[in-house]
């Protein structure tokens, strides 16, 4: 690689990562990045085809030994490096990946403190990675089940959390000992590369984690049907999951999914409705209604219905769009046009089914906003749970308001979705807390607290249609990351037969 470069970028143009050296896409090919919320040029970053991908699923499986074999405290230390630089660059990284991403510098702080929070969870594990020792059933025979790492895996990562998905799974797979290629979403690639740059300046051996931009189709499918890549991690939408998956069965690769959801509050009458408001607003609005917990579904109890429908209607119509680096901004851009076209088709599809639209519906294009994709936030009233916007995924700032009458009929429409992500209850009847923990049917499940906010040392993931039963983030992402190995020590001097003797 008679290219390769010391420095990440050279004059607005930004490289790959691939055997710890920084590099251009093999034949040259870029592609611009321009933030989504005035449109001006980020950089210019690699175009990456299958000659790059497999350069860096080469470099990847030359590095699986030596990094196999570092013990895991010694990995750990460099995830705790790792921790310890993404805290010094925090505000650095945060501005870059607004600019990039468009949510505010806030929540951009956020998703790089996740960063921060999963080095040092996963660092810490380095010391841990527990197996388990059991007794034989012979007599001087000793029996135990110890982790081990699976190989070369492909990390393919979301736009919506650039810094935290890319660090959920990197740092998982590589405190086990596998070595990794990671390919950022086409919007997000700076984010990635910074992320990349804290691991190779806390001193990552070559070739153990490599970054490989492109698009899903350059880039992320060759991964995905790469011989040499034996698990794939994947953040996205529900058709690229399964086109992911089934490639993979073909080869009876290890697969983790995490897509969409549909994820709901509940309010009861009983709820304290000021911290309700509290709760959806931060949900539904916050990252523009862009994570994959945002609350896109109010379930609201009769009695509170409209009382609740008029203190949103006065919070959501007064919230400010701008820049995500403004003060005053409170809500930022979706990611780009066609996603805001999509957002606004479902407008539409509302009224056609006779949803009814409370405020917002439209792209906001007033003054600054016009440069960039704005939305406005969007109340929909009079939705029923057969609507397709109380069924269908959004991504975007858009609530759909859901009025039933009692608890049961709530937790039923919450868990009448083809996903199962996240879910949320208001209420103050220690009864009815008790019975949402057991009955609603999503991988998470909050009490008087909005839908998002999960936190790193808890496992992340849900039922039904938002992935496919692993879990990511806390022990679950050491589940998916190793592979067990029964190791039996026979110390009798003599053959025994089990289950014979
Ligand atoms: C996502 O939207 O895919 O729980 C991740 C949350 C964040 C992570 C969201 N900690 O909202």
Redesign the pocket.
């Known amino acids: 690689m008679s290219s390769a470069a010391s420095r990440s970028s050279a004059n607005g143009v930004y490289y790959n990562y691939i055997g710890g050296e920084w590099t251009p896409a093999a034949d040259g090919r870029t592609s611009e990045n321009h933030d989504p919320a005035n449109g001006e040029l980020i950089g210019q970053f690699p175009r990456s085809a299958q000659v790059d991908v497999d350069r860096a699923v080469a470099a990847a499986k030359v590095a699986f030994d030596g990094w196999r074999l570092t013990p895991a405290p010694k990995r750990g230390e460099i995830l705790y490096r790792v921790g310890a630089l993404l805290a010094e660059r925090k505000e650095e990284i945060a501005r870059t990946l607004t600019r990039e991403m468009g949510k505010v510098l806030v929540e951009a702080r956020g998703d790089v403190q996740?960063g921060i929070d999963m080095a040092y969870y996963m660092a810490g594990e380095g010391r841990r990675l527990f197996g388990s020792i059991v007794p034989s059933e012979l007599p001087n025979k000793a029996a135990y089940g110890v982790r081990e790492p699976i190989g070369v895996v492909a990390c393919i990562t979301?736009w919506?959390?650039p810094v935290?998905?890319p660090s959920w799974k990197t740092m998982a797979a590589l405190i086990a000992g596998n070595t990794v290629v990671l390919k950022p979403a086409t919007d997000t690639p700076l984010s990635a590369l910074k992320l990349v740059e804290v691991f190779a300046d806390a001193g990552i051996p070559d070739g153990v984690l490599n970054l490989v931009c492109g698009t899903g189709a350059e880039v992320g499918m060759p991964l995905v049907n790469h011989p040499d890549v034996a698990a794939i991690s994947f953040?996205g939408s529900n058709d690229v999951g399964r086109e992911v998956n089934v490639a993979a069965a073909s080869q009876l690769k290890r697969v983790t999914l995490?897509l969409g959801g549909k994820n709901a509050i509940i309010v009861m009458d009983d709820a304290d409705l000021d911290l309700a408001v509290d709760g959806i607003v931060w949900s539904a609005f916050g990252?523009t209604g862009q994570?994959?917990?945002?609350c896109s579904r109010l379930i609201v109890q009769r009695g509170v219905r409209a009382d609740l429908e008029e203190r949103l209607l006065a919070r959501v119509s007064k919230l400010r769009l701008g820049h995500g680096l403004a003060e005053t901004t409170d809500v930022g851009p979706v990611i780009n046009a066609s996603q805001r076209e999509r957002i606004h088709s479902y407008m539409a599809v509302a009224t056609g089914e006779g949803a009814r639209i409370l405020c917002g519906g439209e792209p906001a294009q007033e003054g600054d906003l016009e440069r960039g994709n704005f939305y406005r936030p969007t109340l929909l009233g009079g939705v029923t749970p057969e609507m397709r916007v109380a069924r269908e995924e959004i991504f975007g700032p858009v609530l759909s308001i859901i009025e039933v009458g009692t608890l049961e009929e709530a937790i039923a429409v919450n868990n009448n979705t083809k996903y199962g992500l996240?879910s949320s209850i208001f209420t103050r009847d220690a009864n009815a807390v008790e019975i949402a923990k057991r009955d609603l049917a999503t991988g998470?499940v909050y009490i008087n607290a909005g839908t998002?906010?999960?936190?790193i040392q808890l496992p992340?993931g849900g039922t039904r249609g938002t992935g496919n039963g692993h879990r990511e983030a806390g022990l679950g992402a050491l589940e998916f990351f190793t592979e067990w190995k029964a190791i039996y020590v026979d110390f009798s001097g003599r053959l025994q037969r089990a289950q014979i003797d």
């Open positions: 996740e979301p919506n959390f935290a998905i953040t995490e990252t994570r994959c917990t945002a996240s998470i998002i906010g999960a936190e992340f």
